[in-house]
């Protein structure tokens, strides 16, 4: 029998889950950092104010990438590992019509 590639494969689950946890962590720490600016924005004027949200500004600008990029690999991590499973599928149906030599052929297609 073929090797099984499912969704469900426990590394694959615990990837996605790891994933998701670190979005859902970074999306806490994006909103402590706007929750502390908002209050440096309402409660104190002056230069250094003013150079620390600009730097702030930079730095959720560069963090809301980053967390999108992460959100983009686990969405096509999953998509792709659905795509292997639709696939692995689709293969084992095909060879259960080949007859009695496609173990042969499975064989010699996966050693």
């Known amino acids: 029998m073929a090797p ?24 806490r720490f994006g909103a402590q950092v706007e929750d502390v600016n908002t209050e440096v924005q309402q409660h104190f004027r002056a230069a250094c104010s003013d150079a620390y949200q600009r730097n702030i500004g930079l730095w959720q600008t560069n963090y809301q990438a980053l ?23 689709q293969a084992l149906d095909l060879g259960s019509h080949w007859g009695g030599g496609s173990d042969e052929v499975y064989k010699g297609l996966n050693p």
């Open 4 to 27: 099984s590639l499912k969704i469900d494969d426990p590394d694959v689950q615990n990837l996605l889950a790891t994933l998701e946890g670190h979005i859902d962590s970074m999306m």
């Open 67 to 89: 967390k999108t990029a992460y959100s983009t690999f686990h969405t096509t991590f999953g998509d792709g590992h659905r795509q292997i499973n639709n696939a692995h599928d």
